[in-house]
């Protein structure tokens, strides 16, 4: 039986509307495919970002955190070396206090001659030579004179050797000096120097630790006693 025209109209309208029904379907299972992987992509370039931005801040805080280890430990080693320093200030403070009151020695005429004498033998027994020649300022002549006996003496006693002592009165001592002597061998290569100040200068570099200690303390880190 042949298929009226408006049958076959009503045939290939119900077609094109399934067709047209399923390409519908197909783009919407499509776009939720996509709309599901762009969701996923989304997600993933998201999470890749958020741990990049997260890695960014941890090294942020990291360096800061070294930084201001750094800063803190410099603050600290200057701190340290800054008290040093005043420590150090203090004790050279003390020790030019010392330097000034040495000409307090030289006022009392018997004092320092009993100190002449004292720094003679000393330096007659660290030569140990027959000949020696004796520097002094101008102003101490007579008064090295006057300690020299029994500073020779003294050697001679102790020493059982002869000695042969000359006053240099060509090269003295210069003036600005607190005083004291330089003693030499007869060759000259060979110098005691015992003026107050060189003595003042030996005794001090001895006495600086024990300065420190009875000024601040004792030194906990300190290892050597000497």
């Known amino acids: ?23 519908k379907e197909k783009a919407e ?5 996509a709309e599901e992987e762009f969701q996923i992509e989304k997600g993933r370039l998201v ?41 150090e200030d203090h004790v050279h403070s003390m020790l030019e206090t010392a330097r000034a009151h040495l000409s ?21 027994f660290q030569l140990l030579e027959k000949d020696v020649t004796i520097r002094c300022r101008e102003a101490d002549v007579d008064i090295v004179k ?8 003294k050697f001679k006693e102790t020493s059982k050797m002869e000695l042969s002592v000359k006053i240099d009165t060509d090269n003295y001592l210069p003036a600005e000096i607190t005083g004291g002597v330089e003693l030499y061998s007869k060759n000259g290569k060979i110098k005691v120097s015992n003026t107050l100040e060189s003595r003042l200068e030996m005794i001090s ?22």
């Open 146 to 153: 006057e300690s020299l006996v029994a500073a020779v003496e």
């Open 1 to 23: 039986m042949a298929l009226s025209d408006s049958d076959v109209q009503k045939q290939i309208s119900h077609m094109m509307g399934f067709i047209d029904q399923e390409a």
């Open 104 to 124: 307090e020695v030289t006022k009392d005429r018997q004092r320092y001659i009993d100190t002449i004498q004292g720094l003679l033998t000393q330096g007659f």
């Open 47 to 87: 999470q890749q970002q958020r741990v990049k931005i997260m890695e960014f801040f941890e090294r942020k805080e990291k360096n800061l955190d070294l930084q201001k280890k750094i800063q803190q430990s410099n603050l600290l080693n200057q701190a340290r070396l800054e008290v040093l320093k005043r420590r």
């Open 29 to 33: 299972e499509i776009d939720a495919k």
């Open 205 to 226: 570099k001895q006495m600086q630790p024990k300065i420190r200690e009875m000024l601040f303390g004792e030194n906990k880190n300190r290892k050597f006693l000497d």
